[in-house]
């Protein structure tokens, strides 16, 4: 590897301060243009506006886990609240700017973190490729709403920026942010026990104070408030981590194999050329090499144009930084590894932490984090004595990959909205019929639902109701609270049976509670009405049509109550 390798210690790092403005301006001002650009296009009933709809409960006085039901921590909730005590009628819209930036944010922590380890001399137009890169690949055509894995992933970069300063009290806030991220979702602990190891920091006592800190005030605060042991039911109970893990990963047996091959072969062309002598010159196999792992970016920005291909080629991404580690792993010398693997590792482990998700089971979150590591290996091994003609030509290549990828990246936000119709169908305006929503445009069919809905709650305003299973969002600035004690009713949410039990017992003990039932699935208004089916995943919608007595309906909604002793 030896000269090729291309890599320095971190100690190096304060040589980027000077790229500071530059970071502010790629955190202020490209969040405002996608979010003038995107911010107005589409809602999505099924998911947008349930960790605001928690905010609301905090709000409102409500603990955690007691009062209502939360299978993650809180953090997401605390985080959003200012947007929804300030946003009025405007929530959404603001919600979604807030999420632009803090893609920004992770977009900018990451070109910093990861630059510092490049020993060429990273340019302005380098720094925003890597930005680009970073934030187009993570936000991709994923629907910009408060998130909970956006959240942790944003406290994880943050704190990576911070624990690779040298003033340890700065260091200390940098692990701190790394504990805070599992309060937003139990995923990231794995990544938050492996990065010190990876950084060489686990020797210190104060890494593991600062790392454990967020957790112990947690479950401090849950003791007081007396809602630890329904915290312990909902949080420590969830299962599937094989598949999530293990198992998704190879069920994609094309993309992810196929990103090890590449990539490994690809860091055996640049590094190990010696392997080929006499049949190939050097440095046309360290052109080959970086091609191979330039064409694999490529193909992201190509994906994007076909939506949801982003899905199977982030774990393409995966298996490519996968396979660098693999050849760190059995050619380099020990002493070469570790600055190297650093920056691997860390992607990897980060990435794998965010596709901890039975919902959404995919590193895409974190796919310009494994891009950013792509870039930066190819930066490692570009001769610095290299002729006009060859710089040319590769400045030519990275202009390229940013022209396609902001490209592609608005033609997606356009076209392959999630959930949603493309942004030429999007003719209907929510402001007067679901509270918080100025701004905001959705198709016909997710209207005449929404509206459906609106004409129902009207009926029965003064009343005490619910909405099941979908219509989280409704809470989020509805004039009552929710007086079921769970907003998102999604199968995901209620794996443990003891939870769905205390949802009957709160719906059998609520005399005249009104039950507002979904007819039709929210998840597929973009495209039909498709009728959620007897016996369908979920379990209060099966529960409610066999104890409840249907009382009224209207075209997407039935009206249920449960009979209580002495009516008939």
């Avoid at 340890?168 to 794995?190: W, Y």
């Avoid at 930066?376 to 990828?405: D, E, Q, Y």
């Amino acid at each position: 590897m030896g000269k090729d390798s291309g890599f320095i210690s971190a100690s190096n790092e304060d040589s980027f301060r000077s790229s500071h403005l530059l970071y502010f301006v790629f955190v202020s001002i490209v969040p405002a243009i996608s979010h003038v650009l995107f911010s107005w296009a589409g809602y999505n009933p099924s998911d947008d506006g349930f960790i605001l709809a928690y905010s609301r409960r905090i709000l409102e006085g409500q603990i955690p886990h007691l009062d209502f039901i939360s299978i993650r921590p809180v953090g997401s909730a605390i985080l959003h609240l200012p947007v929804v005590l300030l946003g009025g009628g405007y929530t959404y819209w603001i919600s979604r700017f807030v999420v632009w930036c803090e893609f920004a944010v992770m977009a900018a922590a990451w070109t910093h973190v990861f630059s510092s380890f490049a020993s060429l001399k990273v340019r302005l137009f380098d720094k925003t490729l890597f930005f680009f890169v970073a934030y187009i690949f993570s936000v991709h055509t994923f629907p910009v709403m408060a998130w909970h894995t956006i959240d942790g992933l944003l406290m994880i970069s943050l704190g990576l920026v911070w624990t690779r300063k040298k003033k340890p009290a700065v260091k200390f806030i940098g692990f701190f942010f790394l504990g805070l991220s599992c309060l937003f979702k139990q995923s990231f602990i794995p990544a938050v026990f492996v990065l010190p190891f990876i950084w060489n920091e686990w020797k210190n006592k104060k890494t593991w104070v600062a790392i454990f800190l967020p957790g112990l005030l947690y479950s401090g605060y849950l003791l007081v408030a007396g809602a630890f042991g329904d915290a312990f039911i909902q949080l420590c109970f969830q299962t599937g981590i094989i598949q999530a893990g293990f198992i998704s990963y190879l069920t994609e047996w094309i993309t992810f194999p196929l990103g090890i091959i590449w990539g490994f072969l690809s860091c055996l062309l640049m590094y190990r050329r010696k392997l080929l002598n006499g049949v190939f010159k050097p440095n046309f196999l360290r052109a080959a090499g970086m091609t191979a792992l330039g064409v694999s970016l490529f193909t992201y920005p190509a994906g994007l144009w076909m939506g949801r291909a982003v899905w199977n080629l982030a774990f393409w991404l995966f298996g490519i930084v996968a396979g660098t580690a693999l050849y760190f792993f059995l050619f380099a010398k020990r002493s070469e590894r570790g600055n190297v693997l650093k920056p691997v590792l860390s992607a990897l482990v980060i990435a794998w932490s965010v596709s901890l998700s039975k919902g959404y089971n995919s590193p895409s979150l974190a796919a310009g984090i494994l891009a950013l590591v792509i870039l930066l290996l190819i930066f490692s091994v570009f001769p610095s004595g290299a002729g006009k003609n060859v710089k040319r030509l590769f400045g030519l290549l990275k202009c390229a990959l940013l022209i396609m990828s902001v490209g592609a990246f608005v033609w997606a936000r356009y076209n392959h909205i999630y959930l949603e119709r493309p942004a030429s169908d999007l003719e209907y305006s929510l402001e007067d019929i679901f509270p918080g929503t100025k701004k905001i445009r959705t198709n016909e069919n997710t209207f005449r639902f929404l509206k459906d809905l609106d004409r129902a709650v009207e009926k029965y305003r003064g009343e005490e109701f619910t909405i099941i299973p979908d219509c989280a969002g409704y809470w989020v600035k509805a004039s009552q609270v929710n007086p079921l004690s769970i907003d998102w009713l999604q199968p995901v949410e209620l794996k443990n049976q003891r939870l769905v039990d205390r949802l009957e017992n709160e719906i059998r003990s609520k005399q005249g509670l009104i039950l507002i039932v979904q007819k039709v699935h929210a998840e597929y208004l973009f495209r039909e009405f498709r009728p959620i089916p007897e016996n369908s995943a979920y379990k209060l919608v099966n529960f409610i049509r066999t104890g409840g007595r249907k009382f009224a309906g209207t075209e997407y909604f039935d009206m249920y109550r449960f009979l209580y002793e002495g009516e008939k």
